[in-house]
């Protein structure tokens, strides 16, 4: 599994139509101080469904939308979409080429694409759970994720370790389930309430 292509528009720097291609090698981007290479690695975080707006540098969500220069107006919306070679198989897709969109209009409007068909967050997260491409991932190494990696709790290392051994998504359907059986427990309660009011 190997990331092939990214396409930005609209996109913090990005008010021009982006596209960059990806080998399975070694791919460096080079450039001046505030050229955008950050907001390159920011617009993948992006699109993998990252919500916590301090981790894309951002005061809030709509300061990811091209704000305009000088020579080129603000934009409407951001959009940010990867395409990964799955021809091992690692995402759970039967497709061996993976295509992942966001958009995100001021309004806060927001939408996801997996392969063009239009999906939720969850499914977004489903996708690269346990894959190391995820929120708690360990694919992307940002300045100082290293040294925080040593200085983390043991519970926060212990995150990460699940990732990468893969269990992260069961660990979430139980808990899923687990709210589910409360919800549903708190539900027979009411009735057993009303029937016993009935009586
Ligand atoms: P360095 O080498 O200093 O780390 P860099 O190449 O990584 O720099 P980035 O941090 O990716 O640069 O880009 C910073 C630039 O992105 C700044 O010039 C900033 O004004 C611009 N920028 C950030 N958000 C937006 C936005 N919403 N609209 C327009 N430009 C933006």
Known sequence: ????????????????????????????????????????????????????????????????IFSGTEEKRALGYAFVSITIDNTTGILPSEYSEVNVSRRLYRSGESEYYINKNAVRLKDVHELFMDTGLSREGYSIISQGKIESIVNNSAVDRKLMIEEAVGIVKYKTRKNEALRKLDKTQSNLYRILDIISELE
């Open 1 to 64: 599994m190997y990331l092939k292509k990214v396409e930005i528009y609209g996109f913090k720097s990005f008010g021009q139509k982006v596209e960059i291609i990806f080998d399975n090698k070694v791919t460096g981007i080079v450039g001046p101080n505030g050229s955008g290479k950050s907001n390159i690695v920011d617009a993948i975080r992006w699109v993998l469904g990252e919500q916590r707006v301090k981790t894309l540098r951002g005061g809030k969500m709509e300061d990811v």
